[in-house]
Nanobody, 123 residues
Framework: QVQLVESGGGLAQPGGSLGLSCVAS????????MGWFRQAPGKKREFVGA????????TYVDSVKGRFTISRDNAKNTMYLQLNNLKPEDTATYYC????????????????WGQGTQVTVSS
């Protein structure tokens, strides 16, 4: 059973930056596609981005392209999300997700989810 633990959320000003981490345990990290979703109060969970086993060419939702960067370190069983040029509309709980198949991560149907970490963007 894979367990995912996010960290690194917090409060940032508009235009600021935050870095999130997702540490995986209980599985073979290098065999897992990984991704990030977010959910704002009163809204549906939204796909943010995903990365395949190699970490090359992550996929992003249009609203975060050029501002957010996903990376992974298979030696550390960790995926990262760097959030730059933050906007108030980025305020949400950010969730890490993992699955054997990339399409399951991107579709939000993965078996494994973290508990979430809060990101608040406000002046």
């Amino acid at each position: 059973q894979v367990q995912l633990v996010e960290s690194g959320g917090g409060l940032a000003q508009p235009g600021g930056s935050l870095g999130l981490s997702c540490v995986a345990s209980g599985g073979t990290f290098s065999r897992l596609a990984m991704g990030w979703f977010r959910q704002a109060p009163g809204k549906k969970r939204e796909f943010v981005g995903a990365v395949n086993l190699s970490g090359r060419n992550p996929t992003y939702v249009d609203s975060v392209k050029g501002r957010f960067t996903i990376s992974r370190d298979n030696a550390k069983n960790t995926m990262y999300l760097q959030l730059n040029n933050l906007k108030p509309e980025d305020t949400a709980t950010y969730y890490c997700t993992a699955a054997d198949k990339f399409f399951a991560v991107a579709a939000g149907t993965a078996n494994y989810w973290g508990q979430g970490t809060q990101v608040t963007v406000s002046s």
